[in-house]
Structure formats: C-alpha cells, structure tokens
C-alpha cells in the first residue's frame, strides 16, 4: 500500500479568479477549494470595483490530477470566471533557475584592461608557466561541473539529457545556497560510456571537481573509475557517495538510540545499483558486522549464476553466511533495513520478524519500500527520502559540504577516509544530548552541516592528496 498523497508545495497552483463583488463570494470559493482537499495557503485581491473583484488564490494540491479537479471546482462555482490558472513550479523554472553574475564590476577602462585585454595576457601566461595557478587565479578554485547523461533520471528513468537540465540546475543552485560553491551543468547527448569519459576529460582543466550525476548502473561505476585515474581532479558521482555518507550518518545516530553496535548487526540491503553498493562499501569501511545484499533476484549469494563482476566484488566482504532466499526471508532477524530499491516491497509483518529495536531505512522515492507509519508500528526508528516524514535522509546533506572541502583542500581525488570523516560530520550536528528515534539526521537547512562537513573533508584530504584517487 502506497502512501495517500497529500496536498504539497510541489503541485501548488496560482488561479486568477473573477469573483461578484457581494460578502459572501471569497468565503464560498475558499470553503469549495478546502473541501475538494486542497489547502489554501494565499489569496491576495489584484482589483476591484462595484461589481466584481479579482483575485490570486494559491493553494496546494496533492498531485497533477488533484490540480485540475480543484480548477475545475472553482469553474463550476456560480458568479467566479477561471481567467487562468498556473503551476507554482513550472513558473519557478520559466527560464532556468540558475545564472551567471561577474564578481567584477568592469565601470571604467583600467578595470576593462585589467580583467581583459590586455592585462589578462600576463595572467593566461604565468598559468601556462604554472598550471597550479589555474585553481588559484581563475574559476577552477570554486567551481564544479555536474555531469549527466540522462539515463537515470531521479527516479523517472532514461529521459535524456534535454529533460534532465532542471535536476542539474537545481542541482547547482544547491551547491551554491548551502556550500558557496559555483557549479554548471553539463548534459550530454550521449550514453556511451567511452565518449563520456573522453568529454569530461577534455573539459575537466575548467572545474575544480565533477560531480556524476543521474547516470545508470552499471556504466556509472566505469566511468567513474576511468575518470579518476585520468583526472588531477576530484569525481565524485553523488548518487553512489553522496547517499552512502547521509545512510552512514543516519545510521550511526540510530544505532546510538537503540544501543546497538556497528560491529554487532546485521543489515539487509534492498537495490544492489550504484547507491546500494556504494552504501554496503562503506558500511564495510565502517565495520558493521554482517550485510546481505539484495536485488530483485533476492538475497545476492557466491556462486549465484548471473552475478556481475560489481556484485563479485561486493561478495567478497559481505553476506559472510553466503544466505541465498527472498528478501522477505533475508529481513527476518536483521537489525536493520536499508532499501533503495522499489515501493511497496515489504508489509509490517515482515518488520515484525525483525530484531529487536529494528532500524528501517525506505529510501525509494516517491513512494517508498514500505508506507513508513506501517513500518512504525514495528520499527523502533524509520527513516525516509520523503520531505514530509521525520528523519529525511537527503543526499543534500552531504554534497555541498563534501565539494566544499575538497575545493578547499585543492584535492586531487576523493577516498573513502574523506566519506567516513563527512558521514561522522553529519552525525556530529544532531549532537549526542539531541538525538532521538525522529531526530536522527540534521534539517537539509541547518547552517552548521555544511561547514561541518567542509572542515572534515577538507582535513581528510590534504594528506592524501598526494595518494591519487581512491
């Protein structure tokens, strides 16, 4: 059973309504909207005059079709004309929602000559002496290029680089609110792996850092390796790092509630792709006691036919028992859960043959692997991707602070010292006197968490730089 969707920000719609100018014509409309389920959360007057008013309702609904069944209530409403109607959200992207700005005011010649010809000639020619001070004396030092192909689109599928723009716009609308960090999308109209890696490549002298984004498994991990041993700079593909520093974080802060020890537990993972492998690796690195990964085939086993080489390796330091069976199977007696996988996968009852004091964590989105509040009834703490549940587990959380760092650092590549440290950073701001079963994770908006994990990264890295990549 999925979660019953409810009226949210993201599907809120702005009507200019025409309304009779008599007492009672406001008060009917509201009344209307409220009881066809939407939640009115403005309603401001544009004009009036003896005979008519005209006003902007906004208010927010549950999903496109609740949207268009509230514009067809306040149609059917005797004395109030539709003049139009618009989606919140579509407005906030009407031309991007990111720009560039000069940090130079150019008002006069000397500075024209200065910040362009000729006197950036002398500065094009102690870079072409130096190459090092490209991080110094141009762009490179704060900025980060996001990187897809569009293949795997949130959670939307293979939807190409055109339609996934506004995700790496908000992307780099992120990195710049939370971490002060400039980053550029780039979309590529390609999904070959080789021509992938060769344009990054040829474009990596202008960016301090590349961060993957929304490209499918299995090639994300190729492409993520090849880039690192050819660039002098950091790739960090946040689907796979990003989500497994906020899991770690989580986790720790949750196994902190129910007094449990990492080296003592048992995991279940559902979705063995670029996060969920990313996750059991460093919860590996973590030393957590015992991980069964699972996949839509079930519980992944040594000597299971089909195994890829990704999951061969993963095998190797996890499912010590080597247990084959349904997922179902592999959760009874686990302490914890971990899905990012598909929805509606497990019931209540299957919590229920949990550990005691069992830990769920249903990422997928937007509907995850269990209805979390079922999941309460038998979990101890339950953590979601969802905004509108407690402990929302959001790669936000871990990204703008991890390129914050790394640009500081002036690093040459990440390692998995760097995610331990940023996922110990995360868990820090909670603070152990705060903690509790719907407080597990920081809010996505709390100042603290980026610096936090900026100077943990950035104290990670400087003496690894000179290991290369990890």
């Known amino acids: 059973m999925s979660i019953a969707k409810l009226p949210s920000a993201g599907f809120s719609i702005t009507a200019r309504l025409s309304l009779e100018a008599d007492a009672g014509a406001i008060g009917r409309l509201t009344t209307a909207v409220g009881e066809a389920g939407a939640i009115v959360t403005a309603l401001d007057v544009v004009s009036s005059d003896h005979r008519r008013v005209v006003v902007d309702l906004t208010c927010d609904t549950a999903d496109s079709a609740h949207a268009q069944r509230i514009s067809e209530v306040m149609s059917a409403l005797p004395g109030i004309k539709v003049r139009k109607v618009s989606d919140r959200t579509f407005l906030l992207h009407l031309g991007g929602k990111i720009e560039v700005t000069s940090k ?147 986790l720790m802060n949750a196994l902190t509630v129910v007094d449990k020890d990492a080296a003592d537990v048992r995991i279940v993972v559902s979705g063995a792709g670029a996060a969920g492998t990313a996750i059991m690796n460093l919860l590996t690195q973590h030393g957590v006691g015992d991980i069964v990964p699972c996949d839509r085939v079930g519980a992944l086993y040594r000597g299971m036919p089909g195994l890829t080489p990704a999951w061969q390796r993963l095998l190797e330091k996890t499912n010590k028992d080597n247990f ?27 919590v229920a043959t949990m550990a005691k004091d069992p830990i769920v964590f249903a990422l997928a989105n937007p509907d995850p692997e269990i209805d979390p509040r079922e999941a309460a009834e038998h979990a101890t703490i339950v953590a979601t991707g969802r905004s509108d549940q407690p402990n929302q587990i959001n790669n936000v959380l871990a990204f703008p602070g991890v390129f914050r760092g790394m640009l500081d650092a002036q690093a040459t590549g990440w390692s998995d010292e760097a995610a331990l440290a940023a996922a110990h950073a995360i868990a820090g701001v909670v603070g152990a006197d705060k903690v509790n079963p719907s407080f597990i994770v920081p809010s996505v908006f709390d100042p603290h968490v980026a610096p936090a994990v900026a100077q943990a990264v950035k104290t990670a890295l400087r003496p690894a730089e000179t290991n290369g990549n990890s």
């Open 104 to 250: 130079v005011s150019l008002r006069n010649r000397d500075e024209l000559s200065m910040a362009y010809t000729p006197g950036v000639a002398r500065v094009c020619q102690a870079i072409a002496e130096n190459p090092d001070d490209a991080r110094r004396l141009t762009i490179k030092r704060n900025t980060v290029a996001v990187v897809t192909d569009g293949s795997a689109v949130l959670g939307l599928g293979n939807l190409g680089p055109a339609a996934a723009l506004p995700v790496m716009e908000g992307k780099a609308a992120l990195f710049k609110k939370f971490a002060g960090v400039d980053a550029w999308p780039v979309v590529l109209d390609t999904q070959d792996t080789d021509a992938i890696v060769e344009i990054v490549a040829a474009i990596a002298p202008g960016y301090g850092g590349i961060n993957l984004e929304d490209i499918a498994a299995p090639r994300c991990f190729e492409i993520e390796e090849r880039l690192r041993e050819r660039l002098d700079i950091p790739v960090f593909h946040d689907d796979q790092h990003g989500t497994a520093i906020v899991v770690l974080a989580a």
């Open 324 to 350: 084959s069976g349904s997922l179902k199977e592999a959760v009874a007696g686990a302490d914890v859960f971990i899905g990012v996988s598909a929805p509606n996968i497990l019931e209540g009852a299957d």
